[in-house]
């Protein structure tokens, strides 16, 4: 585990996920964007190597709500990523597109949370 940075007073610490299929969540997540999980009981994981701290929280009725809030991802190679994406069971729910920063393409995970994954300039 690499040095844990000091947590910054009114940043974003934490980020916390619906989740109906911990198998599923941990085998996408991690074969596309290689996190790693630790499991805190049969109702949530939390994961390491996303840049931020969070956690998938599967203690509710087992279904997911609506997002309030997008959470947006950075690959190098983003066509790569969306490829990774499709393979590893997600949906594409927005192609690649052009918006002002570079491009980027929204995906369904297997907990039905949608994000996004952007890149700048060219794919």
């Known amino acids: 585990m690499g040095r844990r940075m000091a947590h910054q007073p009114n940043s974003i610490n ?28 049969p ?7 996303a840049g931020i701290d969070g956690g998938f929280n599967g203690q509710s009725d087992g279904h997911v709500r609506a997002p309030g809030v997008l959470v947006v991802l950075y690959a190098s190679d983003l066509l790569a990523c969306c490829a990774a994406v499709e393979k590893a069971g997600g949906t594409i729910l927005q192609a690649i597109y052009d918006f002002p920063g570079g491009k980027r393409f929204h995906f369904e ?15």
């Open 14 to 41: 934490y980020i916390e996920f619906p989740m109906v299929r911990n198998a599923e969540t941990k085998l996408f997540y991690g074969d596309v964007f290689g996190w790693t999980f630790t499991d805190w009981g």
């Open 43 to 49: 109702g949530y994981i939390s994961f390491e190597g």
């Open 109 to 123: 995970d297997p907990n039905g949370n949608e994000l996004a994954v952007w890149s700048e300039g060219l794919v």
